[in-house]
């Protein structure tokens, strides 16, 4: 579809949306309370203002899917999420991941880097990108919460939110349980027990496993790549008094043990290969992932007198990543690029507010975050290659070469990341029908590295050396040591001011400015000392409107926004780290886009639902960056289209209930659109994603008044390639590729209690 064709399409629906609230107020249907509409597609509540509301009552873009939903559609992780929403990119990035959404991301997946659009777990910040791939189950929701939410929902949160909420303690006795067999030996399970001890306490026990062997096969010494193995426990214990107080607690173990992302290798600068299937590709060196951690978390509350409410929420983090690449490529040698974080995490948050219902609600607390984060990373030679080293060759039978240090160039950092931060916002109603909100923060954000990098330039680039070859005296000096110290200090203010009009029942028009800020950081690339970026700012202008019809059973949201970046911060390479890779603001940017939704439910049977996005992503005038060819091209990025960002994007599924004398069988059919769009700022051919469309169908059956089911499903039904990463990998010579998954298909049987 082309865009402007998406983009009529788009502004049709708004405005009919925004048409909406009359059609609301004449048919007579509509609830009669906006936060409560009637039955019909049913009322999901969300905590995306940090209170409890009904998503359709909330003036925020967001989109919301329910565990059920999440497993009847196989989303195990936020990676998964990019396959059915179309707000949301997930960037595969060698072990680890980033999130897009409205085409904000922050690639940088270093040590030092933020994410633009972070991941929170029951309210708990994590920054390593690496986390994206643990699992998420027992899962109450997913809200993706989309542009700037600095004001309430913590830092750096300039593209948006991906908040996933588990399912606590509830005061009863149950449990369910599942089961998934699939192709590539796929085997996907996940149970959970509720039990009520004394009244107003209970406890929960619930986790998860995930299997399956590697989507691709290696054709080198890596085993197959793309599999999965991980394993995951959880335990919560809830108490309600009947005095206002409340406390919650929950421990949880992770555990990821997989060989790893398989890359596909094309020609440095293009073309774009055939890779057919994509279901072979060439290592040269082993590779493997693995995560462990442990998380706990807490909340305390207490409703006073008076009205206020207190809220403290807390938690520890405890990680330990370690990832083997193939960096092989550049001089003879096969290497891998060894990677190890071992970041513990603390959150703290001190809440207050007042209750709803009347002319003024506010909320007001304190934030605080800790990382701090150990790094033992390097590139590592396993054994020389080349004519050389092999029969007859100048150094036969000295397969290694110089012995004296295997890694060319090793990175011992330990980091200290720390946030703090004082926030409010007020919602005070100017009549019966409109409503303003204000609010403002002040972050202060703080990072520290110390450490060393150690450059040996024989196994880096000179493995000769030591040899008698180049001649005695020739070869440079080594070790070359380069403090990686850095130290930054930064107070930024972001704020928001709406505007909310509920001019009838079950209608919601807003519009809003936000104030967006991401952190800045400093470089190094072990070869020059650390230098310094500033913070990335993003002004959001948006109007929306959220409208429930025909007694709830249509409902029909849109919106439009304008984001203005300023200082964005892009990746190149330059002088000031040695002719090295850097991150640095590069200049401003702008995004235009419109977005629509539909739900719909036709009679009891039949429900349909319809979300797309269209986007106009240009950065400004007089951006040159380097590239990290030898020696660096300048580019001018001008005009260029901002990365993971497709113009046009669209998702949507029909589903029918088929009622039989022995139970219901349930069909779904799905499908996301997404038109081409590009993973590098300098927007070259050879990394671009093509447009793809992927679809997914599914049947289920549940007997008449059982507590089973069981469904079949095949998801990626036409087997389609997609790509999840593309990059010029200068360092090792080539262009590198990774792949969403193929086609798979399975059957899943659920049983609660």
């Not at 995306?48 to 196989?74: H, W």
């Not at 590697?214 to 008094?241: C, H, V």
């Not at 380097?626 to 260029?640: E, F, K, M």
């Not at 499908?671 to 599914?698: G, I, R």
Request: some cysteine.
């Amino acid at each position: 579809m082309k865009s402007t064709t998406a983009a009529a399409f788009l502004l049709g629906a708004s405005l009919f949306a925004l048409a909406a609230p009359a059609l609301a107020q004449d048919s007579g249907a509509a609830a009669t309370d906006a936060t409560k509409p009637a039955e019909g597609l049913g009322e999901i509540v969300v905590t995306a203002n940090r209170v409890a509301s009904s998503a359709q009552d909330t003036p925020i873009a967001l989109n919301v899917y329910t565990g059920t939903a999440l497993a009847d559609q196989g989303v195990n992780t936020v990676r998964d999420l990019s396959q059915i929403d179309p707000s949301v990119n997930v960037t595969n990035s060698t072990g680890s991941a980033y999130v897009a959404v409205r085409g904000i991301a922050s690639t940088d997946v270093t040590e030092i880097g933020d994410p633009s659009v972070p991941i929170t777990r029951d309210g708990f910040f994590t920054n390593r990108s690496f986390a994206i791939s643990s699992s998420f189950y027992d899962v109450a929701r997913i809200e993706v919460l989309k542009g700037p939410q600095g004001t309430l929902q913590g830092r750096n949160s300039t593209g948006g939110l991906v908040s996933i909420v588990t399912v606590r303690p509830e005061l009863r006795t149950g449990g369910y349980a599942s089961a998934e067999a699939g192709n590539y030996k796929t085997f996907n399970g996940e149970a959970g027990v509720n039990v009520l001890l004394a009244p107003g306490f209970a406890v929960r026990a619930s986790g998860t496993v995930l299997s399956h062997k590697g989507y691709r096969t290696s054709t080198g010494p890596a085993f197959d790549g793309d599999d999965e193995n991980f394993k995951s426990g959880r335990i919560q214990a809830l108490y309600k008094g009947d005095n206002g107080l409340s406390a919650w607690v929950s421990y949880q173990h992770d555990s990821r043990d997989v060989n790893g992302d398989a890359q596909f290798r094309g020609t440095l600068g293009g073309p774009t290969p055939d890779f057919g299937k994509a279901k072979v590709f060439t290592s040269n060196a082993p590779t493997m992932t693995k995560l462990t951690s442990d998380r706990a978390r807490w909340e305390l509350a207490y409703s006073a007198d008076m009205g206020l409410n207190f809220i403290y929420s807390g938690g520890y983090d405890s990680a330990n990543w370690r990832n083997q690449l193939d960096a092989t490529g550049g001089y003879p040698a096969n290497r891998q690029f060894r990677q190890q974080e071992t970041p513990k995490t603390w959150n703290h948050e001190f809440r207050v507010s007042n209750d709803k219902g009347g002319k003024l609600f506010f909320q007001a607390g304190y934030f605080y975050f800790q990382e701090k984060n150990v790094v033992n990373s390097g590139i590592y030679n396993l054994d020389m290659t080349g004519p050389l080293f092999g029969p007859g060759g100048f150094l036969t039978g000295v397969p290694n070469a110089d012995q004296s240090n295997r890694y060319g160039i090793k990175f011992d950092y330990n980091i200290l990341t720390r946030s703090q931060a004082l926030f409010g916002q007020v919602e005070y109603d100017l009549t019966d029908k409109l409503q303003l909100s204000v609010g403002g923060r002040y972050t202060w954000d703080k990072k520290v590295r110390t450490g060393n990098a150690v450059l040996s330039l024989p196994a880096l680039a000179f493995p000769l050396c030591g040899n008698g070859f180049p001649a005695p005296g020739t070869c440079p000096p080594f070790p070359l040591t380069t403090p990686g110290n850095g130290n930054l200090s930064k107070g930024e203010p972001t704020w928001h001011v709406g505007l909310n009009y509920r001019p009838a029942a079950g209608s919601l028009i807003y519009a809003k400015y936000d104030r967006g800020y991401k952190s800045g950081g400093f470089n190094s690339n072990g070869s020059a000392p650390s230098v310094d970026y500033g913070p990335e700012r993003l002004d959001s202008f948006e109007v929306g409107t959220k409208n429930s019809l025909m007694g709830n059973t249509l409902q029909l949201n849109a919106s439009a926004f304008y984001f203005k970046y300023k200082g964005y911060q892009g990746s190149q390479f330059t002088a000031a780290t040695s002719s090295g890779s850097g991150v640095f603001n590069v200049g401003n940017a702008s995004i235009f886009g419109i977005e629509g939704s539909a739900v719909a439910l036709v009679g009891k049977a039949t429900r349909i639902n319809f979300n797309a996005t269209y986007l106009h992503t240009k950065f400004g005038d007089g951006i040159t960056i380097n590239n990290g060819a030898t020696p660096p091209a300048a580019i001018n990025i001008s005009g260029n289209r901002l990365p993971n960002a497709p113009g046009f994007t669209a998702s949507g599924g029909i589903e029918q209930e088929l009622p039989v004398s022995f139970g219901t069988f349930t069909a779904r059919i799905d499908a996301k659109y997404s038109s081409a769009f590009y993973y590098s700022v300098f927007n070259t051919a050879d990394t671009q994603s093509p447009e793809y469309v992927l679809a997914n169908a599914s049947l289920k059956f549940a007997p008449e008044n059982s507590f089973w089911e069981v469904q079949a499903y095949v998801r990626n039904v036409f087997d389609k390639q997609v790509l999840a990463y593309a990059t010029q990998n200068f360092n090792a010579g080539a262009n590198t590729y990774q792949f969403q998954a193929p086609r798979t298909f399975g059957v899943r049987g659920s049983v609660k209690f």
